[in-house]
């Protein structure tokens, strides 16, 4: 009989779909698990079925054997996945794209207007009983719409932002490696990353992190942005430098942030949260019921379909080799 590993409850139908396809091994009532823990679980096991923060190295494999086939990434990233370790084993990899674009995208777009238009600061002002009188020059934000959204990785959850800066009335410029075929009908503009940097009103970041992106704005990339401008990240933090950022927030030379990962999570840089220039949010892009029970149970088809040696629906494709 198959049997996954499963490192964390899944919600939705995907357990039920695990149990009827073979023998389920989880830890009861257990939080994220500790490395140990994660090692015993998955020894012997057919497919495990794991999270993003789950570091899945030659320790990991080493200890699932030779009898592991996959390993079914409950996200869209998949940089926690030394992916040539798994093809030397030839341990099969899926992540769970599409199914989350419109929640990531949807939290990305209220990070851009809470802060464009100050929200977190009001509403601190407002719980914190401080005295305030309305005035034309109090708590005033900057529009959305006649302003450039510069989208850095225009994929499904990019172009998804894209569509909602057009209904707000922005103009959308993009930086991708390619021309992406998700311009279209976005009236989009292709740009280099330096150019869409010192011309957008809002930069939002939509790329995978790899050795190339990591720290893909420092500090010399946010010297480049206007003043006048707010950078948000629904990616991963490793993505920029946090302490470039915090530095040119406490200098006025951006005007804000939008932040839903963060460099060294769940811990943040502590100048992020004196700074009241930055929106900060705890990793909660896919967090709507639907997203993730859709998540739990692509991951759970993956699994299945990996366990009765078919193709699974969401294959991430294996590192080239030289």
Not at 133 to 155: C, E, P, S, T, Y
Request: net charge negative; hydrophobic share 50%; proline share 5%.
């Amino acid at each position: 009989m198959t049997t996954f590993a499963v490192t964390a409850s899944l919600p939705g139908r995907a357990m039920e779909m695990l149990a009827g396809a073979g023998e389920i091994r989880e830890v009861a009532g257990a939080g994220r698990l500790e490395r140990g823990q994660l090692l015993a679980l998955v020894e012997g096991v057919d497919v495990a079925l794991t999270m993003l923060y789950d570091a899945i190295d030659d320790e990991f494999l080493e200890a699932a054997g030779t009898g592991l086939r996959g390993i079914c990434n409950v996200a869209v990233g998949f940089d926690n996945v030394d992916l040539a370790a798994c093809a030397r084993r030839g341990v099969v990899v899926t992540n769970t794209p599409g199914v989350l674009d419109d929640a990531t995208a949807d939290l990305a777009f209220a990070l851009i207007l809470a802060a464009r238009r100050r929200l977190g600061e009001g509403e601190r002002l407002v719980r914190a009983g401080t005295p305030w009188a309305w005035g034309m020059g109090f708590m005033v934000g900057h529009d959305l719409r006649g302003g450039r959204l510069g989208i850095v990785g225009l994929g499904g959850i990019g172009a998804r932002v894209a569509a909602l800066g057009r209904a707000f009335g922005m103009e959308i410029a993009y930086c991708a490696r390619h021309e992406s075929p998700n311009a279209a009908g976005l009236e989009a503009t292709r740009l280099d990353l330096d150019e869409l940097l010192a011309t957008a009103d809002v930069v939002s970041l939509h790329t995978p992190l790899t050795p190339a992106t990591h720290h893909l704005i420092g500090a010399r990339e946010l010297g480049l942005m206007k003043p006048t401008a707010t950078l948000v990240n629904t990616a991963r933090g490793a993505v920029v430098d946090e302490a470039a950022l915090v530095e040119a927030l406490r200098e006025g030379r951006i005007a804000g942030a939008g932040l839903d990962v963060f460099e060294h999570e769940p811990d943040v840089h502590p100048g992020l949260l004196e700074l009241e220039n930055a929106v900060l949010v705890p990793h909660i892009g896919s967090a709507t019921v639907e997203t993730r029970a859709a998540m739990a149970e692509l991951a759970a088809r993956n699994a299945i379909a990996i366990a009765r040696r078919e193709p699974p629906p969401t294959p991430v494709p294996p590192p080239a080799v030289d």
